[in-house]
């Protein structure tokens, strides 16, 4: 089957540097998403890797090894805003996005 | 660009009332449009895709005739919820993909549709 996994909940203090993991086996692999979503809010996008290495977007990058079936989000100078749940989601070789189910992030002054 | 405006964003209804939702890409053609529903604490669940001029396609467990998708035009998509029950209660969120683009660019997310059924 598909999965994709990612840790449940993390927790960080402001100023400092977060990494989420995420981990997936899928049926394929057309890339994968990073979204951000605040509590009762949508998701918004953050980043999308198809190939391996380091994304670089501000303070946010994402990294992807698709031989490890790994990715991670690397967020620094961390702000009270950033506290939101972050969401990996692969598409796989039918164009079908699975996501994983999120992680919590916690940001602490 | 790229915006998707969902309406409502909170409904309360009483059982057995239909609901309707609204999505709509405003500033691109949407020839998919993705509905989800998302319970507290887990993530997204894709219920259907819905594609311009012909039949959603549902995941399996979603029930058709209870939610019924119509995608009428390449800037709008509906869910109805029918005759809707407490247990439908739940947060309904719709994407789009830009027609244009390649299948690699990201989903536009609406507001999201924040469902209660007493």
């Known amino acids: 089957g598909q999965n994709i996994d990612q840790p449940t909940e993390m927790t960080a203090t402001e100023g400092a540097i977060v990494q989420i993991n995420c981990t997936y086996q899928?049926?394929?692999?057309?890339?994968l998403f990073w979204y951000q979503q605040h509590a009762g809010e949508a998701p918004t996008f953050l980043s999308y890797?198809?190939l391996d290495g380091l994304e670089e977007k501000g303070r946010f990058s994402s990294f992807l090894s698709r031989s490890k079936g790994y990715s991670y989000l690397l967020l620094k100078e961390l702000q009270m805003k950033d506290s939101a749940s972050y969401l990996c989601?692969?598409?796989?070789?039918?164009?079908?996005?699975?996501w994983g189910a999120g992680t919590k992030l916690i940001i602490k002054p | 660009g790229a915006v998707v405006s969902q309406h409502p964003s909170w409904v309360i209804c009483k059982s057995g009332t239909s609901v309707k939702i609204e999505c709509r890409s405003l500033?691109?053609?949407?020839?998919?449009m993705f509905w989800y529903r998302q319970f507290p604490k887990q993530s997204l669940m894709l219920m259907a895709t819905?594609?311009?001029?012909?039949?959603?396609?549902?995941e399996q467990g979603v029930e058709k005739d209870k939610f019924l998708i119509n995608h009428a035009s390449l800037t709008l998509s509906t869910l109805t919820v029918t005759s809707a029950h407490p247990e439908d209660s739940s947060f309904y969120i719709c994407?789009?993909?830009?027609?244009?683009?390649?299948?690699?660019?990201?989903?536009?997310f609406g507001d999201g549709t924040r469902l209660s059924i007493l």
């Open positions: 994407s789009a993909r830009d027609g244009r683009d390649t299948w690699s660019q990201p989903q536009h």
């Open positions: 890797n198809v």
């Open positions: 989601a692969v598409m796989d070789s039918n164009y079908q996005l699975i």
């Open positions: 899928t049926s394929g692999f057309n890339g």
């Open positions: 500033d691109f053609q949407a020839t998919t």
């Open positions: 819905s594609n311009e001029g012909s039949k959603a396609t549902y």
